[in-house]
């Protein structure tokens, strides 16, 4: 089984200062990444993902991700934030053995708030 | 619609009280998920649909919990006899394939906000 540890609950942040927001996983076999952004009162996003190919991944907003297979880390950065970055981020997993039944494992959740 | 949808937004419920969650997901999508999301936490697997299909219903917390997709569509969780330890957020998700390999997203509704007094 998999399960994502995100070791951060809460991460305040400067505003245009950069931030990395932590998250590793534990599978006993190869994984596809993503992280998911929860703005309030909405619904989950997708931010950006990793399925294969290049180990650093970039998304949306001008976030981007780098997966270290050695470390089994996937964390997310971003150089400059924005108040508009304020919202809960969530990494999650899905085991390559699981084709087909592709259910994603969430890690509890890092509240990013952007200090003004 | 363009996204998936979920209604109610918020119910209360009086403990005991059974309850109906439902689910639009986006048209086409074969995949269709239930999460429940706990104040504090992320969201938990309950069950995964392929077309009319339930595939996987693992994480059901109890066989209070039932959810159907009779026509591949449109989905219903119910839970009956709510506690207290139901309250949470139900979020739906859908997908376009039934392989990991095509897109790798979820796309999620807004959830429904449960409140069991």
């Known amino acids: 089984a998999q399960s994502v540890t995100q070791l951060d609950s809460q991460v305040p942040v400067f505003e245009e200062a950069p931030v990395e927001l932590r998250c590793n996983y534990s599978?006993?076999?190869?994984?596809?990444l993503f992280w998911y952004v929860q703005y309030p009162n909405q619904g989950l996003q997708l931010l950006l993902k990793?399925?294969?190919?290049?180990?650093l991944v970039k998304g949306i907003n001008g976030f981007e991700a780098e997966f270290n297979k050695s470390q089994t880390s996937f964390h997310l950065r971003k150089p400059s934030v924005h108040i508009s970055d304020t919202a809960e981020y969530f990494c999650?997993?899905?085991?390559?053995?699981?084709?087909?039944?592709?259910?994603?494992?969430f890690g509890t959740g890092t509240r990013l708030t952007i200090i003004p | 619609g363009a996204g998936v949808s979920q209604s109610p937004r918020y119910k209360v419920a009086k403990r005991g009280q059974d309850v109906a969650l439902r689910c639009d997901p986006i048209?086409?999508?074969?995949?269709l998920f239930w999460y429940q999301q706990a104040l504090g936490q992320g969201p938990e697997f309950l069950t995964y649909?392929?077309?009319?299909?339930?595939?996987?219903k693992s994480g059901l917390p109890s066989d209070r919990f039932f959810a159907e997709r009779p026509e591949g569509s449109v989905s219903t969780l119910k839970i009956q006899r709510t506690q207290q330890e139901d309250s949470a957020v139900y979020l739906c998700?859908?997908?376009?394939?039934?392989?990991?390999?095509?897109?790798?997203?979820?796309?999620f509704g807004e959830g429904s906000r449960l409140t069991v007094l």
């Open positions: 999650a997993v899905i085991s390559i053995s699981n084709f087909g039944n592709e259910k994603l494992t």
């Open positions: 048209s086409g999508h074969v995949s």
């Open positions: 998700a859908s997908s376009l394939g039934v392989a990991v390999e095509y897109t790798g997203e979820l796309f």
């Open positions: 990793y399925l294969s190919g290049s180990t």
């Open positions: 649909f392929q077309n009319e299909a339930q595939l996987d």
């Open positions: 599978s006993s076999v190869s994984v596809y």
